[in-house]
């Protein structure tokens, strides 16, 4: 036990933030590192186990928190038990949480109490010393998809618009980007990599100008100055992320 967990364990603010700096970088070092994004995988660690189950109850109650906020614009995808009921709880909270960050977490944080309704339940999860597993399972889940990378994710084919489907081979696939919300399509007879060069920079720039494009959504598929494909119906067709785009 270091000097700032000495800290934590008599309950003194600066040693408990200290601790949660430092088992924020064990969760997210097995979670995105060694078990890329696999929750089941990360909690079954026992390093792992043990190293949560070893941190004061007031710095698990703070990451469960943390991370509920930072999941509200995300989406949380829950398993079937004790640990995933809390996780959808606690996204749920943070996403309909109406104020600011400092509101959320409360301005003695990280100090208890915490304040709210997922305070309340962050803070009962964490507390209970005999099911440090239920917390633990909790906390990946609301990690993940903070630390996960952007990846594309396959979508199906009615995304792209009656005449795009007609004009395309079989086999042919549609994927999105799980960061910025592009889509592209992967043909068979095209062996080239639709998602080369995207992440991270063009990613990044999408989502960084994130705003719609001002005309009109056209009718059929629209090419972005990037290079990025949207073969989609009007109806569903996303946000422009580059401020300008051409009808094909």
């Not at 995300?74 to 606690?90: I, N, Q, R, S």
């Not at 339940?121 to 903070?146: E, I, N, Q, W, Y």
Request: with cysteine; hydrophobic share 40%.
């Amino acid at each position: 036990m270091n000097a700032f967990d000495q800290m934590a364990a008599a309950q003194h603010p600066l040693g408990v933030a200290m601790q949660i700096a430092d088992v924020t970088l064990d969760l997210r070092e097995a979670l995105a590192e060694e078990y890329d994004g696999d929750v089941q995988e990360a909690a079954a660690d026992s390093d792992l186990r043990r190293r949560w189950a070893e941190a004061e109850p007031e710095t698990r109650a703070c990451l469960l928190l943390s991370f509920a906020w930072h999941s509200r614009e995300h989406d949380v995808t829950v398993t079937d038990d004790h640990g995933g009921a809390y996780a959808e709880d606690l996204h749920q909270y943070a996403a309909a949480f109406e104020g600011g960050s400092e509101a959320f977490h409360g301005p003695r944080f990280p100090s208890m109490p915490l304040p709210g309704q997922a305070g309340a339940l962050a803070s009962s999860v964490a507390f209970d010393r005999d099911d440090c597993d239920t917390s633990l399972k909790t906390v990946l889940l609301l990690m993940a998809p903070v630390c996960h990378g952007p990846r594309a994710e396959p979508v199906g084919l009615d995304v792209l618009s009656e005449d795009v489907r007609a004009s395309l081979p079989a086999g042919t696939t549609a994927a999105r980007c799980s960061g910025c919300g592009e889509i592209r399509i992967s043909r068979p007879d095209v062996p080239l990599d639709e998602w080369k060069n995207h992440w991270p920079d063009e990613c990044e720039a999408f989502q960084a100008d994130g705003g719609r494009c001002p005309a009109p959504l056209p009718e059929g598929p629209r090419r972005h100055p990037a290079g990025a494909l949207w073969p989609v119906a009007p109806s569903v067709a996303p946000p422009c992320r580059v401020g300008s785009c051409r009808v094909l």
